[in-house]
Structure formats: structure tokens, C-alpha cells
């Protein structure tokens, strides 16, 4: 079967095998690694002095793991768990986030429209079952741990109301040999420095919390990122660590979901982080600490602007998997034409129109070469019949024949392989830009980062493309692979059901760009047919 099809129908076949296979992969992995595996070497490798072997035992040690649970308090003030009471709440314009008895960010809302859910409550980051939570703080030994999961923290502030500037909270626990003081200086837009002091040297880490639990799906990544200080991108999903993970001098360590993240970051000096596990397996994140301390930390939206402007390393959290390079630039032009249209449907509608007018040359050459392909199929089935059973020579004519009418079997299929990485890259854009989150942009559609909910563009997308293929020149000769193509519209019409709308609303104003530069190629031959059945009249 294989060896009939045409060099153009093979690249078309595997152009189409490829749309499944990476829309289905996407769907069901993601990436544990991008740039390079972890290696365990000098530093990455396990230490193997009495310390750290202790360490990540204390990290699973039943003081740290059966601590009372977070209170289900909201940082309103309502009825808190008595056994875990909020000792200070701060409310900003961004976010109100509370801390407990235990010194931890047991409570983070988000405020503003885009972060309500459908009953109208605000998004809470951290779910009260999953630990550890952020800011929380494990002994390397076990009975020191077991106290401080037991001695409440005391804050010099109860309610805190931060607005432009910067305000530092201090807790204070005393336990029975050492005292722990916790400085934190929280910033509006979400990041923070904690200054740790401990009255006399003691083994602990501190955790930037388990990931946010909000979106929870099987499109994007969900775990821990860590950024080492050459650069290397390490991230270890849910339900696959191994808990020994060791990193010596990290610039990140990120806990993320779809959307929202936590994390840790020293980019000059480095973190040294531990990754330890649960019963699921699932990371968790841990920076081993010194007797005076000082680490900075970020919890809320992964949105670009917010993470470059505390540096734009921060970036590195938004990830888009295989087709980083291509998503990230991706990106920077929708959030530019944004700026200027005010809408992102809009925005993914321009951007559309730009890499169109970046492939016009290509898109035009395949254009031309399918219409000349077109034009020579009746030449080619005679040579098929001149030349039966002698494939040398069928080929070697067919090669001349085309050279000699300039026409390029692969021609027609380049701009659509090249459309191939800009829809996925658009796609992982589309999933992991939070800013995209619940952007509307006309009637029907309210969050472009979901599927449309009546499925019009959807079906707008396939009535696009059986269009496109009706005006497009057919160079497929077999009947039976003819009637296949013609049923791609409505395979990708499903499939593109559960896509998000923005990327559908991307693929439909694509089409509409196809249909129209095909009608005036075709135009164009038109008019050079009947030129030259003009100039033959007037030669007889």
C-alpha cells in the first residue's frame, strides 16, 4: 500500500499521523525533562554524610506528616480549627493569604473576577489535605520535629492590610532548646522574603508548599520545576518522583499546576533542594536552611509579566514543553498585538494574520506547484501506462517532466509541516499562558483557554476546511485515497471539539487566509489559460 503513494501523499499521510500522534501524547504525557536529564554528578548526586541521610527520613517522619490539618478558615476571620488557629491574616488588592499556628501560608485567595468560580467563590491555592504547606519547616531530628509541630508560633501582627509598599510579619516560636524567628516581607504582587534566625544550629528545611490544587487536568504539567544554576530545566511530575532527587545549587524550585505556582528562588547564591514524595508519589519540594537564613519565594499566577518583573529568569516557570522555542515568541507577539487590540481572541486573530504574511513566499510557491501538479497529472498517467513495470524509468521521466514545467511534488506539503510545530506551540500557549485564562472574546465564548461550549467554531473550522480542499488542486490520483482526504474536515471537526477555542479560532482564521490565497492563485492560472488560448487563436 505504501509503496503506491506519491512522495506528496506520504508527507501528506505522515503530516496527518503527526497531527494525532503529538495531539494524543500531548494529551496524555507531558515532558519530564527539557533540555537535559538529570545526572548524578557533583551537583546533583546524593550526600552521604549522617546529616543528609537523616534529612529526608525527618521529611517523612510521623510528627511531620500526621500535623494537625490546616484550618478550613477563611482569612476573613470566620471559625477557625482551634487546633490550628490563624495567627495573622493580610489582605491585599491582589491576594488575602492567612498564616497558622505552625508558621505556614495555610490559606492564599486570589481576588478579581477571572479568579471566581462558578458559585462565586474565590480560588484557595492549597488544598487543606495536601502538605506540606508553604513556609513550613522540618527538623533533621525527629523529636525537635515532633515539639515543633506541637509549639504554636506567635506574630508581633495579627492583621495586616498591604497595599503599595512591602510589609514584614514576624514569627516567633520557642521551643524547648532553640527559638525559631521567622521575618517575612510580603510584596503586593505576591513574592516574599523570609529572614530564618535559629538561636543555636539545627538540621531543617523549609518547603515552598506541595503545588497549588486548582486545575488539575491531563493537558499540562503538574509537579515540580527546578531551574539549576547552569541553566538545566528539571521537572518531575505528579506520581513520578522518586523521592531522592537532590539538587545542590538550584536558581528555582517551582511548585506548579496548570496556572498557579509556588516557589523558592535565589538566583545568585542558589538553593540547595531536596525533592522528597508522598504515598502517590508525588513531589514534594524541600531548601535545605542554615542558622541564619534568608530565602525569597513567590505564590500565585504564573502570568510572564508578573514573574519577569522579579526577574526575568522567573519566566523559565510558564512552560510549553517541546516547542518552548516556538511557543515563547509565540507568546510575546500575542501579548504585544494585545496591548494594542485590548482583546485576546482579537490578539490570536492578528497573530494569525502575521504568520501567515511570515509563510506567504512558501505557502505561495506550495500554492503554485499543487496548481502545476494539478495541470500535469494527465501527462504523468500517461507515463505510468508508457512505463508499467519499469519503476527506474517512470521515475527518471516523471523527475524531468517536472523540472521541466517547474513543479515540486513537495511543495504543496512544506507550509503544511511547518504549520504543524506553530500549532502546537500555539496549543501549549493556549493551555499554560494563565493570562489567556477566562479571556472572552466575542458572544459565546468566555475563556478561550477551554472548548467552545456550543461548538460553532469548531464546525466554522471544518466547513473552512472541506472549502479549502474543494478549491484546492487534487494531485491524489487513487480513488479510495481521494475519498479518504475528503473525510479529514470532519475528523478534525471532532477533534478539535475538546480543543480550546482559542486554537480553533486560530486554525478557522487560517483556513479563511488559505481559501482566499488559493482563489487567486487559481485566478491567476485562469487568466494564463486563457491568455494562451488566445495566442493560439491568433496563431491559426
Same mark, same amino acid.
Given at each position: 500500500?505504501?509503496?503506491?503513494?506519491?512522495?506528496?501523499?506520504?508527507?501528506?499521510?505522515?503530516?496527518?499521523?503527526?497531527?494525532?500522534?503529538?495531539?494524543?501524547?500531548?494529551?496524555?504525557?507531558?515532558?519530564?525533562?527539557?533540555?537535559?536529564?538529570?545526572?548524578?554528578?557533583?551537583?546533583?548526586?546524593?550526600?552521604?554524610?549522617?546529616?543528609?541521610?537523616?534529612?529526608?527520613?525527618?521529611?517523612?517522619?510521623?510528627?511531620?506528616?500526621?500535623?494537625?490539618?490546616?484550618?478550613?478558615?477563611?482569612?476573613?476571620?470566620?471559625?477557625?480549627?482551634?487546633?490550628?488557629?490563624?495567627?495573622?491574616?493580610?489582605?491585599?488588592?491582589?491576594?488575602?493569604?492567612?498564616?497558622?499556628?505552625?508558621?505556614?501560608?495555610?490559606?492564599?485567595?486570589?481576588?478579581?473576577? $477571572?479568579?471566581?468560580?462558578?458559585?462565586?467563590?474565590?480560588?484557595?491555592?492549597?488544598?487543606?489535605?495536601?502538605?506540606?504547606?508553604?513556609?513550613? &519547616? $522540618?527538623?533533621?531530628?525527629?523529636?525537635?520535629?515532633?515539639? =515543633?509541630?506541637?509549639?504554636?508560633?506567635?506574630?508581633?501582627?495579627?492583621? &495586616?492590610?498591604?497595599?503599595?509598599?512591602?510589609?514584614?510579619?514576624?514569627?516567633?516560636?520557642?521551643?524547648?532548646?532553640?527559638?525559631?524567628?521567622?521575618?517575612?516581607?510580603?510584596?503586593?504582587?505576591?513574592?516574599?522574603?523570609?529572614?530564618?534566625?535559629?538561636?543555636?544550629?539545627?538540621?531543617?528545611?523549609?518547603?515552598?508548599?506541595?503545588?497549588?490544587?486548582?486545575?488539575?487536568?491531563?493537558?499540562?504539567?503538574?509537579?515540580?520545576?527546578?531551574?539549576?544554576?547552569?541553566?538545566?530545566?528539571?521537572?518531575?511530575?505528579?506520581?513520578?518522583?522518586?523521592?531522592?532527587?537532590?539538587?545542590?545549587? =538550584?536558581? &528555582?524550585?517551582?511548585?506548579?499546576?496548570?496556572?498557579?505556582?509556588?516557589?523558592?528562588?535565589?538566583?545568585?547564591?542558589?538553593?540547595?533542594?531536596?525533592?522528597?514524595?508522598?504515598?502517590?508519589?508525588?513531589?514534594? =519540594?524541600?531548601?535545605?536552611?542554615?542558622?541564619?537564613?534568608?530565602?525569597?519565594?513567590?505564590?500565585?499566577?504564573?502570568?510572564?509579566?508578573?514573574?519577569?518583573? &522579579?526577574?526575568?529568569?522567573?519566566?523559565?516557570?510558564?512552560?510549553?514543553?517541546?516547542?518552548?522555542?516556538?511557543?515563547?515568541?509565540?507568546?510575546?507577539?500575542?501579548?504585544?498585538?494585545?496591548?494594542?487590540?485590548?482583546?485576546?481572541?482579537?490578539?490570536?486573530?492578528?497573530?494569525?494574520?502575521?504568520?501567515?504574511?511570515?509563510?506567504?513566499?512558501?505557502?505561495?510557491?506550495?500554492?503554485?506547484?499543487?496548481?502545476?501538479?494539478?495541470?500535469?497529472?494527465?501527462?504523468?498517467?500517461?507515463?505510468?501506462?508508457?512505463?508499467?513495470?519499469?519503476?527506474?524509468?517512470?521515475?527518471?521521466?516523471?523527475?524531468?517532466?517536472?523540472?521541466?514545467?517547474?513543479?515540486?511534488?513537495?511543495?504543496?506539503?512544506?507550509?503544511?509541516?511547518?504549520?504543524?510545530?506553530?500549532?502546537?506551540?500555539?496549543?501549549?500557549?493556549?493551555?499554560?499562558?494563565?493570562?489567556?485564562?477566562?479571556?472572552?472574546?466575542?458572544?459565546?465564548?468566555?475563556?478561550?483557554?477551554?472548548?467552545?461550549?456550543?461548538?460553532?467554531?469548531?464546525?466554522?473550522?471544518?466547513?473552512?476546511?472541506?472549502?479549502?480542499?474543494?478549491?484546492?488542486?487534487?494531485?491524489?490520483?487513487?480513488?479510495?485515497?481521494?475519498?479518504?482526504?475528503?473525510?479529514?474536515?470532519?475528523?478534525?471537526?471532532?477533534?478539535?471539539?475538546?480543543?480550546?477555542?482559542?486554537?480553533?479560532?486560530?486554525?478557522?482564521?487560517?483556513?479563511?487566509?488559505?481559501?482566499?490565497?488559493?482563489?487567486?492563485?487559481?485566478?491567476?492560472?485562469?487568466?494564463?489559460?486563457?491568455?494562451?488560448?488566445?495566442?493560439?487563436?491568433?496563431?491559426?
Amino acid at each position: 500500500m505504501l509503496d503506491k503513494l506519491s512522495t506528496q501523499q506520504r508527507v501528506i499521510l505522515a503530516t496527518v499521523l503527526s497531527f494525532l500522534f503529538f495531539a494524543g501524547y500531548d494529551y496524555l504525557f507531558i515532558p519530564k525533562q527539557i533540555n537535559k536529564p538529570i545526572e548524578l554528578n557533583s551537583t546533583t548526586q546524593k550526600q552521604s554524610s549522617s546529616n543528609a541521610i537523616q534529612a529526608p527520613k525527618a521529611l517523612s517522619t510521623p510528627s511531620a506528616t500526621t500535623a494537625p490539618k490546616a484550618t478550613s478558615a477563611a482569612p476573613t476571620g470566620s471559625p477557625i480549627n482551634k487546633n490550628e488557629k490563624v495567627i495573622a491574616n493580610i489582605k491585599g488588592k491582589r491576594f488575602d493569604m492567612s498564616i497558622d499556628s505552625f508558621g505556614r501560608v495555610n490559606k492564599f485567595y486570589l481576588n478579581g473576577k $477571572r479568579y471566581k468560580k462558578e458559585d462565586g467563590s474565590r480560588v484557595q491555592l492549597f488544598n487543606d489535605s495536601k502538605l506540606p504547606l508553604p513556609l513550613e &519547616i $522540618r527538623f533533621s531530628d525527629a523529636k525537635l520535629n515532633a515539639e =515543633a509541630f506541637k509549639t504554636p508560633y506567635i506574630a508581633n501582627k495579627t492583621e &495586616i492590610n498591604l497595599q503599595n509598599k512591602p510589609v514584614t510579619l514576624t514569627l516567633t516560636q520557642k521551643l524547648s532548646s532553640l527559638t525559631v524567628v521567622k521575618k517575612i516581607t510580603i510584596y503586593p504582587i505576591g513574592k516574599y522574603t523570609v529572614a530564618l534566625s535559629l538561636s543555636k544550629p539545627a538540621d531543617y528545611f523549609i518547603s515552598p508548599g506541595f503545588r497549588p490544587d486548582v486545575k488539575v487536568d491531563g493537558y499540562t504539567f503538574h509537579g515540580v520545576l527546578v531551574k539549576e544554576f547552569d541553566d538545566t530545566l528539571t521537572m518531575i511530575k505528579d506520581k513520578d518522583a522518586k523521592g531522592d532527587e537532590h539538587f545542590a545549587n =538550584a536558581k &528555582i524550585v517551582a511548585d506548579s499546576d496548570r496556572y498557579y505556582t509556588t516557589a523558592f528562588y535565589n538566583l545568585k547564591g542558589g538553593l540547595d533542594v531536596y525533592i522528597s514524595k508522598d504515598k502517590e508519589d508525588n513531589p514534594l =519540594a524541600f531548601v535545605k536552611g542554615k542558622q541564619n537564613y534568608t530565602i525569597n519565594g513567590y505564590i500565585g499566577v504564573k502570568e510572564l509579566r508578573i514573574l519577569n518583573s &522579579i526577574d526575568k529568569e522567573m519566566g523559565d516557570i510558564v512552560e510549553y514543553g517541546w516547542f518552548t522555542f516556538i511557543a515563547k515568541p509565540i507568546f510575546l507577539l500575542l501579548s504585544f498585538l494585545h496591548s494594542i487590540l485590548g482583546n485576546w481572541g482579537w490578539a490570536i486573530v492578528a497573530t494569525t494574520f502575521v504568520i501567515r504574511i511570515v509563510l506567504f513566499p512558501l505557502t505561495y510557491k506550495g500554492m503554485v506547484s499543487m496548481t502545476k501538479m494539478k495541470e500535469l497529472s494527465p501527462k504523468i498517467k500517461e507515463l505510468q501506462k508508457k512505463y508499467k513495470g519499469e519503476p527506474q524509468k517512470l521515475n527518471a521521466h516523471t523527475m524531468e517532466l517536472y523540472k521541466k514545467h517547474g513543479a515540486n511534488p513537495m511543495g504543496g506539503c512544506l507550509p503544511m509541516i511547518l504549520q504543524i510545530p506553530i500549532f502546537f506551540a500555539l496549543y501549549r500557549v493556549l493551555q499554560n499562558s494563565a493570562e489567556l485564562q477566562a479571556a472572552p472574546w466575542i458572544l459565546w465564548i468566555h475563556d478561550l483557554s477551554v472548548k467552545d461550549p456550543y461548538f460553532i467554531l469548531p464546525i466554522l473550522m471544518g466547513i473552512t476546511m472541506f472549502l479549502q480542499q474543494h478549491i484546492t488542486p487534487n494531485t491524489i490520483q487513487d480513488p479510495t485515497q481521494a475519498k479518504i482526504m475528503k473525510y479529514l474536515p470532519v475528523i478534525f471537526t471532532f477533534f478539535f471539539m475538546t480543543f480550546p477555542a482559542g486554537l480553533t479560532l486560530y486554525w478557522f482564521v487560517n483556513n479563511l487566509f488559505s481559501i482566499a490565497q488559493q482563489y487567486y492563485i487559481n485566478k491567476i492560472f485562469e487568466k494564463k489559460k486563457q491568455q494562451i488560448k488566445e495566442a493560439k487563436k491568433v496563431e491559426k
